[in-house]
């Protein structure tokens, strides 16, 4: 019985997909190529435990699987605003399509779910057990409303059907195979920087985020799926909180770069402050980030290097 990977063409997809082969599973990748693309699971084309699937989950579909991780929603916020009604959908339509199908195969899922379902938060740092803040109407509201509905919906399959699901709450997550074109902060900074553009902070830079190298939260992410009996949702996340115009100055200083840094008005809704509590993830599943920042750059800026020079 096989591991299926919505959304496993893109950035996190990728590299859970690789994981998952490296620990003897079969794979099957599925994607529609929204925001995700060939080239970042090209190397893993011929391994005969991964099978790829080109498809649109808002369209009901059928497989046999054990387990099912759920990536399939596009995650930056300019790819997710571009077509607000499809990332509602993704996250509405879609997901139900997914329950559908591990209700029928008595599969496991696993729900990426996001730390925007808290909004511009009140509550510092942010609790599994916080309602959030959020605008129901805004420009970000297709995805953070639409995580949250995915949530709900994730419960109800729970409470109705007995499925077996959890759900992950996603902090900011950084590494290679992110887009040159992502649009998330630290692929823009890191992208500006080494072409010798102006890097462009939003409103003064003191709003704080906190960043996650990709192989913690894809061990993260393998854990929470294999814990017995944990429905969650569990935060997943860096602890170390940074504001946006120091993340600047440290990219400029590790690219070398001559690149000036540029203010840009802040966009409507941008949360101020954003950190999680992982005291949760700590006791249930025994995780925590081990790639602290300057390494896991140093890692995504190479990785850029090849890209952008
Ligand atoms: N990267 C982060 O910092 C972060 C933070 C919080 C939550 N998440 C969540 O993790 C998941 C993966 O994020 P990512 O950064 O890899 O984003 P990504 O955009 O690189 O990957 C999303 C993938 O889903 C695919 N997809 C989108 N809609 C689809 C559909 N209808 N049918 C099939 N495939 C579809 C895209 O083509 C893409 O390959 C997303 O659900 C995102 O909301 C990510």
Redesign the pocket.
Known sequence: MRVLV?????????HLCEKLLNSGESVVC????????RT?IEHLIGNKNFRLLE????SPFDLRVKRIF???????PP??QKDAI?TI??NTL?MINVLELARKNRARILQ?????VYGNPLVHPQTEDYWGNVNPIGPRSC?DEG?RIAESLAYAYRLQHGVDVRIA??????GP???VD?G?VVSNFIVQALKGEDITVFGDGSQTRSF?YISD?VAGLCLMMDAEGLAGPVNL?STSEITVLDLAIKIKRMTGSSSRIKRHPLPEDDPTRRRPDIDLAKRKIGWWPKVDLDAGLRETIKYFEKRVR
């Open positions: 919505t959304g496993g063409a893109g950035f996190i997809g990728s599925l994607d529609n190529y929204y925001t995700g693309s970042k498809k649109d989950l808002t759920n990536l399939a929603c596009p995650a930056s790819q997710y499809y959908k993704t879609a990426a779910s996001t730390s925007e995805y995580k709450r996603i902090f900011n997550t950084y195979r992110m887009d992502d998330r996650c939260m996340g």
